[in-house]
């Protein structure tokens, strides 16, 4: 039987992101969020953790072949860049100047300015 999980009501990242991978084969490396899986607690990041997938003949590719893809990550594995300083850093959420909650680097102290990616 599936263990059920509780998915918070936002994360700390968000479509458009930098992040950095902080845990896995592609440890290290950095990328941009192209989509969250909110079900899932993950997320697809450009260029990373590329999978194969052997598609069948149709009649749009009739040769069929092999084609390469990024699988999800889970979302602890991911660390937010902070787009001013280009580093790494965790996050929090506080309430701005105009009185809505937003996130903010807890190394810096910082508001992270919200991308419509």
Known sequence: MKKQQTIPAKFHVRKGDMVKVIA??????????????????????????MVSRHVKPTAQNPNGGIEQKEAPIHISNLMLINPATGDATRTGRKLNDQGKLQRFSKKTGDFIPTNNG
């Open 24 to 49: 896995g084969d592609e440890k290290g490396k950095t990328g941009r969020v192209k989509s969250v899986q909110r079900e899932k607690m993950r997320a697809i990041i450009e260029g990373l953790n």
